[in-house]
Each structure stands twice: as C-alpha cells, then as structure tokens.
C-alpha cells in the first residue's frame, strides 16, 4: 500500500524573530529599502520591534526565500547571519553566554534550542578529538532551506567565536546543499575548509575548545536565568512523541536511530518507549520513517548528492533498498521526485 506524505505526521514549527531582527540591515545593505519588501509580501515589520515575538517557521522562511528573490542575492542567508549571535537566542543565548565552560554552554543550547525554534534541531556530537555543532530542519517542504541552513551555520560560527574567543577556529564547514556558483565570500568569512553536498550542516572544530571556559562568566547570573528557563520549560513542554521526533533526525544522520539507542538517551527501556508513544498515536517505526522520508526529500533537493549517497547516509543497503523505502512513502521514486521537484522550482 502507497503511502502519501500527509499521511504522515508533521507538526507545525514556530519561531521567535530574534534571528531575522536583521533582515532590514541587510536589505539596505544591498540598496532596497525595507518597507516597500514587507509591504511586497505582507509582513507585519512591527513584529521585528521584538526578538521575543513569535512567528510561524514558514512565514519566516517565506520572507526569507522573498527577500532573496526581490534582491537576486543568491548569500542573502549567509548575510543575514553575520549580523547575528547568541543573544539573538533570547534568554537561552543569554544562559549560554553565563555557563562555566564551553560544553556546557552548547549543551544548554541544545537542551533549550526549541525554545527558540520548533521545526529544526541544534546538536552536538563529538567524534574523536573533534566535534560537530550543527543545525538541521526537520519541517517539510520548507522554502529557502538552503538559505535558513546557510544563516544557521553562520550563528552557529558567530556563538562559537564569542563563547571561546577570537583565537577559535573551525576544523571545516559543512553546507547539506550544493555549491553555490561563488564561494568566495563564504571562504573569506569562515576562513577554514567548505565542504559542499555534505550528508548535514554544521561545524567540525577540536574538542580541547569545550573544556574552555566562558569568558566574563558570572554563577549568581547563570542561576538566576536557568532558574527562569526552567519556568518557561514547564509552561510550554512538549508531548513526548515530538521529543522523540526531534532527537531522532539528527540520530537518523548519525546512524544511532535504533529504538534501543533512543531509549537510552531517554533513561527508559525500549518496550516503554514503544507503549508511551503508542499512548499518543504513533509508533517509533513511524517517527523513524517520517525523519527518513524528510531528510531524503531535502537532500534529493537541495543537493547533488547521489541515490546511492543518501542510502549510506539514511543507513540503507543499497540505492534500491533506499528506492523501494522512498516508493513507499511517496508513491514515486527517487529520480522522478527529483526531476518534479526541480520543474517546479524553475
């Protein structure tokens, strides 16, 4: 039996603007003035007055993949994230910045990210003697992702360097979309290896940085803002079939995304994890293969990535397995959504 993609769950992301409070900056950066482009697709500009306001994540990327448009500036994105840091994170941005060392500054970040925003994942891994803090959407069929994924790594870049310093570096830069026609000003900004038609966005640097500690950190400050993340956490928790969701995407790219392994990292015995998301709907067999299912359609998008590339990178056989999965879910295969898609988009 062909299963459509609304047939499986997706829920609607949401974020706060404090990212995008730049946008008319680098709008008359490029020469246009910001009224006439809000007006031009009817975006409230009141609503940047406040980095804590709310916004739907489409709305957001709309404006975004409209900006674009209008100015022809293919880095749009890549722009708007220089203007940005961890305080436009709000309140976690400002936790993260009093934390006693690097590690645990990201790993609030990641704690907490969706409090800032539902509909991508900010995580971190470490392999080895380096690490990986990267950003990745869990929506579907999201506008300008290779724009919103372009800004994200750039923050994340941004956070880095005021958490540790000037000296910081990345090892490499990782883009999950093609090379655009000049990379020069991405190599001029980050000044570090760009990889391109990468399996996940985000930034490799060494582990030796998460022992340093947070310059001008202050205890009593750190307590007092945690203290009113953990209100704001109790008054807006998630089911926990949308926490399973979130952690899954980025365990799916890493290859970790067997029940058991989710329910260690949630303390629970796998046949409990199984009845409690029974309790509200679903089952981890579906979460599993909605994270495949949207990871393959934005690779298949924004990338140029081989069939064969996206099975190792979902952890199939082969292309074929990775095709008769996709078939399934969509009721097309693989090639052909491709070409549909990219009509489209022309």
Known sequence: MTRSTSSLHETAGIVRVGTIVAIPKVLIQLGFTPADVFMEIGFDASLLDDPDNVIPYATRNQLIQHCVSLTQCPHFGFLLGQHTGPSSLGLVGFLMQQSPDVAAALNTLVRYAHLHVRGAEIYLEQESDRAILGYSINQPRVKAHDQIEDGAVTIIFNTLRKLCGPRWSP????????????????????????????????????????????????????????????????????????????????????????????????????????????????????????????????????????????????????????????????????????????????
């Open 171 to 346: 090892l490499s830069v990782h883009f999950a979309h093609r090379k655009p026609a000049d990379s020069k000003i991405y190599q001029q900004f980050f000044k570090a290896p760009l990889h391109f038609d990468a399996e996940r966005s985000g930034l490799f640097f060494s582990t030796d940085w998460l022992q340093q500690p947070v310059l001008a950190a202050d205890p009593e400050l750190h307590r007092l803002l945690q203290k009113q993340v953990d209100q704001i956490e109790n008054r807006h928790s998630d089911n926990f079939a949308e926490q399973v969701q979130r952690i899954l995407h980025s365990a799916l790219l890493s290859q970790h995304a067997t029940a058991d392994e989710i329910a260690v990292l949630f303390s629970i015995h796998p046949r409990t994890l199984n009845r409690r998301l029974h309790d509200c709907g679903t089952s981890f067999k579906e979460l599993a293969d909605q994270g495949r299912f949207e990871i393959a359609r934005q690779l298949l998008k924004n990338s140029s990535m081989k069939l064969s590339q996206i099975a190792a990178t979902l952890d199939y056989a082969d292309a074929s397995a990775f095709s008769r999965a996709f078939r399934r879910w969509s009721g097309t295969t693989p090639d052909l959504w491709r070409r549909q898609y990219r009509m489209e988009d022309d």
